[in-house]
């Protein structure tokens, strides 16, 4: 028992040095990486939630911008968290060997897969708190519920880390990449009840709509900061993020096993 117990907390100290290894790079680049991760989802606050909202009076009865807020939460926490661990982590794993390094020291595949997935979800949840915090100044904030709102897109954005790091241990460059960005990403932001109500699509892409976890992301968040949906259902959403981001983290963990022992 003892023994297990040591070996749990050393794999913790492996997680959270690659974190903090990441993170001490995002200290320094800081203003470069909030420029980026909050003015893009800040211009489509604007140019969609002003914007088109002006034309739109409401939305199942709430107004655009308060329909379409926690929509844009999630879709720039799972962009970030996305491409975090794509781009990023497929340049340490080909081009700069730092993970083969990595592996001569006491850590190993799992710590670091872990561990950057964890920075990828830590990313993501930074952008949409930047972005958070922008929409406060026009009062669109509920400050009691963005705190379990918060922890839903921590999880989501956990969940589209570990996807794009299991896309990096599939693609041979960075071009391949495009794939699974632009005919997964990009669909669910558009197809997941974001920039309008699912029962505006036609019934065969509705269904598919379903099938989506950003779906579930906006969800559950809508009904969080919204009070639109009974707590159970809630977290039955959240559950499924939960488990489709176990799945995906344990097939990224055996992946980059296999990659790096090859």
């Not at 830590?122 to 963005?146: E, N, R, Y």
């Not at 918060?150 to 990449?177: K, P």
């Amino acid at each position: 028992m003892k023994s297990e117990s040591i070996r749990i907390q050393s794999q913790f100290t492996g997680i959270c040095h690659i974190w903090m290894r990441n993170f001490m790079l995002f200290r320094r680049l800081w203003m470069v990486n909030i420029f980026w991760i909050v003015l893009e989802p800040l211009i489509v606050l604007l140019a969609i939630g002003y914007g088109v909202g002006a034309f739109v009076s409401n939305v199942q009865g709430i107004s655009y911008i308060d329909f379409f807020f926690p929509g844009l939460l999630c879709i720039s926490s799972m962009m970030v968290a996305f491409f975090e661990s794509t781009y990023g982590n497929f340049s340490k794993l080909t081009y700069q060997k730092t993970y083969a390094t990595m592996i001569l020291t006491p850590l190993d595949p799992d710590q670091i897969v872990y561990g950057e997935i964890f920075w990828g979800a830590t990313k993501g949840t930074i952008s949409a708190l930047g972005v958070t915090v922008i929409a406060a100044i026009f009062g669109k904030i509920d400050a009691f519920m963005m705190i379990p709102a918060m922890g839903i897109i921590f999880i989501s954005s956990f969940m589209f880390a570990a996807f794009g790091l299991l896309v990096t241990t599939f693609v041979r460059n960075y071009d391949q990449i495009i794939y699974p960005a632009s005919g997964l990403i990009v669909p669910m932001s558009l197809l997941s009840g974001t920039y309008f109500p699912l029962m505006e699509l036609p019934f065969g892409v509705r269904n598919l709509a379903y099938l989506m976890p950003l779906r579930h992301s906006v969800l559950a968040v809508r009904g969080t900061m919204l009070g639109a949906l009974p707590w159970w259902q809630i977290l039955g959403h959240t559950l499924v993020l939960v488990t489709i981001g176990l799945v995906l983290s344990r097939w990224a963990a055996i992946r980059l096993r296999r990659k790096l022992i090859q």
